[in-house]
């Protein structure tokens, strides 16, 4: 704590206390006519002194002065009510002040050992040279020193007290700080954007980075690689005049490109043998890699049939042009997490919406509908509307369905577990085909964790439902600091063969998975069965 008592709540009640037990003390000394008049008027005037120098300057609470001025003032005391008569002293109550400034200055350590020193050094001399009978100088020693020790631990226990709720009003502080600037980082953020000439859209930014490239020189190919959120793949987000896979393994990327991403420095001309680079026909090329805040975001490849065909000017102009475009695409794809995450926020605010408005509308439309059945004179009518109200039915019962899986959650007293059990067996009943889940004695993890691996599991089994009728099949287990889902499906048409390009709902649930530190990988196990992990490291906290 730097600073003096005037700078603390304390100084108030130290300087009331101080001139209290002056005031006490010359009120006693005056009433007490069998003592010395003498003593007594130069204690009390010592005392009044200090108080008053005190109360002008407060003792300084910072570590190096602190001791000395605590011994100093107990000191001063002891002395003045030594000199007056020890315990029968009428200034005997001043001593406490020493003993609260020290509580409140530094705890109850250092407070209960200026009472007991106190303590010590006036009962001492008091049974040596008193007149007084053993047994009141026994009892006033008894009595003074435990007043003594109850008021150095009162002040301690104050200081504590002060301490936490001054702590905790600083977190509190802090808090509203934080989100102050991330307030006002937002609504700059916001301004930027609207004024920014390169879009905050990733395709668009993709389009861009490909069309700029494309005018510093003649070209045959260009190819925007960009790595995969979690695991060592690399997506072909862009590519013109050849025609690539949608993702490479690190170690199928051509050597140059390899040890671009090993160590990413500058623009890197390359003379290339045949099938040596992207494209089986390209003799030369030129790598550049896409760094924006210390991190590799992306590779840009450019090729060419014929050799030599790129300039150390060429190197020196993409550099250049590397920064630029690095910090678009790296904006790109942090907004895209963003959207991600007010999306799904935007859809459990709209469902809540449709199910108060929509739901309840069109359960009273059934109602009016079985009402008309009931009024309807001709058969043909009445078929007609039987008709009608079977249809209606059916489809308040897949709103209500899509409804309750929408706004279906993982909570703080909501588990996964018992989110993805809830949800399976809806599933289950809707569709007459298995949907389970199995787990065994599992702990919980952070609540944003867990969200977002129920995300995962409720896009894979949606995703697998809209291409038809499927048997679900989960796993799921979790020790509280690592954790594996695992989903398998029997749809057709769930043919991921080409890959997870940007946009798709693969290619959304790896990003969302990336950002609490967990992969996603999918795969077919045998022809027509399909299964879809997630696995999270225990290595990595929740955000």
Do not use: K
């Not at 109850?108 to 007991?116: E, G, K, M, P, S």
């Not at 089994?461 to 287990?477: F, K, P, Y």
């Not at 967990?518 to 022809?527: H, K, S, T, Y």
């Amino acid at each position: 704590m730097a600073g003096g008592v005037g700078s603390t709540p304390f100084r108030p009640p130290i300087t009331a206390l101080r001139w209290g037990a002056v005031a006490l003390g010359l009120v006693l000394a005056a009433t007490g006519a069998s003592r010395p008049t003498g003593p007594m008027a130069a204690g009390g005037l010592v005392l009044i002194g200090y108080a008053t120098l005190r109360t002008a300057r407060p003792i300084p609470l910072h570590e190096r002065s602190l001791r000395t001025s605590s011994l100093a003032e107990a000191g001063l005391h002891l002395a003045v009510v030594a000199a007056t008569g020890f315990w029968e002293s009428p200034y005997v109550v001043s001593l406490l002040t020493a003993v609260v400034v020290v509580g409140f200055a530094r705890g109850f350590n250092a407070a209960l050992r200026i009472a007991a020193a106190s303590a010590i050094a006036l009962a001492v001399p008091y049974h040596l040279l008193s007149t007084t009978s053993s047994d009141r100088a026994v009892a006033l020693t008894f009595q003074w020193s435990t007043e003594l020790l109850l008021v150095a631990a009162i002040a301690g226990y104050a200081r504590r007290f002060w301490v936490e709720v001054d702590e905790r009003h600083h977190r509190d502080l802090d808090r509203i700080d934080r989100l102050a600037e991330a307030n006002t980082l937002l609504t700059s953020l916001h301004e930027v954007a609207q004024a920014l000439p390169t879009s905050l859209d990733l395709d668009q930014a993709l389009d861009s980075v490909v069309a700029r490239a494309r005018t510093f020189c003649d070209l045959r190919t260009v190819v925007v690689l960009l790595p995969e959120d979690a695991g060592p793949g690399w997506t072909v987000a862009r590519q013109s005049g050849a025609r690539l896979p949608a993702r490479f393994e690190l170690d199928a990327l051509p050597s140059p490109l390899v040890a671009l991403v090993a160590a990413p420095a500058r623009a890197r001309r390359v003379e290339l043998a045949e099938s040596e680079g992207l494209v089986g026909r390209s003799r030369s090329a030129l790598y550049v890699p896409l760094g924006a805040r210390d991190q590799l975001v992306g590779l840009l490849a450019l090729e060419h049939d014929r050799p030599r065909w790129f300039s150390a000017r060429d190197a020196e102009v993409l550099d250049g042009f590397a920064e630029g475009a690095a910090l678009a695409l790296d904006n790109a794809r942090r907004f895209g997490t963003l959207r991600t995450v007010s999306v799904d926020e935007e859809r459990s605010r709209i469902a809540g919406q449709l199910h108060d408005h929509v739901g309840q509308s069109l359960a009273c439309l059934a109602f009016e509908v079985d009402l008309l059945v009931r009024q309807a004179n001709s058969d043909e009518l009445r078929d007609g509307l039987e008709h009608l109200r079977d249809g209606l039915r059916s489809v308040i019962g897949d709103i209500r369905d899509t409804l309750s899986d929408l706004r279906t959650e993982v909570t703080e007293d909501r588990g996964l577990v018992e989110t993805a059990e809830a949800f399976l067996a809806r599933v289950h009943q809707r569709s007459g085909r298995p949907a389970v889940l199995h787990h065994g004695p599992c702990q919980r993890l952070p609540l944003a964790q867990e969200r977002v691996l129920w995300r995962v599991l409720y896009e894979t089994v949606n995703q697998s439902l809209r291409r038809g009728d499927c048997t679900v099949e989960a796993w799921w287990t979790c020790d509280g600091r690592s954790a594996e889902l695992e989903v398998t499906t029997d749809v057709d048409g769930f043919d991921l063969h080409e890959g997870a390009p940007p946009g798709s709902w693969v290619h959304a649930l790896r990003e969302a998975a990336a950002g609490i530190g967990a992969r996603v990988e999918i795969e077919e196990l045998v022809e027509g069965a399909w299964q879809l992990r997630c696995s999270l490291a225990g290595s990595r906290t929740a955000p």
